[in-house]
């Protein structure tokens, strides 16, 4: 068990491996869902979006165009987390 330590400021910080454990990285957010027998359920605070955020995102942006295969992957290795580097 990890313990962590409140400042009179009501911070705490946490460890490198907890946070490596939770995959969070500097920058990003942590969410806290508080249960109502007074604990609590911390995990890396993921962003989500709809298919609408999606949508039109990349418009005006290029002047290539893609086939339905590179639009389908690309949709998958975004939602996926995974970054790839177009060639130019």
Same mark, same amino acid.
């Given at each position: 068990?990890?313990?962590?330590?409140?400042?009179?400021?009501?911070?705490?910080?946490?460890?490198?491996?907890?946070?490596?454990?939770?995959?969070?990285?500097?920058?990003?957010?942590?969410?806290?869902?508080?249960?109502?027998?007074?604990?609590?359920?911390?995990?890396? %605070?993921?962003?989500?979006?709809?298919? !609408?955020?999606?949508?039109?995102?990349? =418009? @005006?942006?290029? #002047?290539?165009? %893609?086939?339905?295969?590179?639009?389908? !992957?690309?949709?998958?290795?975004?939602? =996926? @987390?995974?970054? #790839?580097?177009?060639?130019?």
């Amino acid at each position: 068990m990890t313990t962590l330590t409140v400042t009179a400021r009501g911070q705490v910080t946490f460890r490198k491996k907890v946070l490596e454990h939770l995959g969070i990285k500097p920058g990003e957010r942590i969410a806290l869902d508080l249960l109502p027998d007074g604990r609590g359920v911390i995990r890396a %605070a993921r962003p989500t979006g709809t298919i !609408e955020d999606f949508i039109g995102f990349l =418009a @005006g942006k290029t #002047k290539k165009v %893609a086939t339905i295969e590179e639009i389908n !992957e690309a949709a998958a290795d975004g939602w =996926a @987390g995974r970054i #790839k580097m177009g060639k130019k």
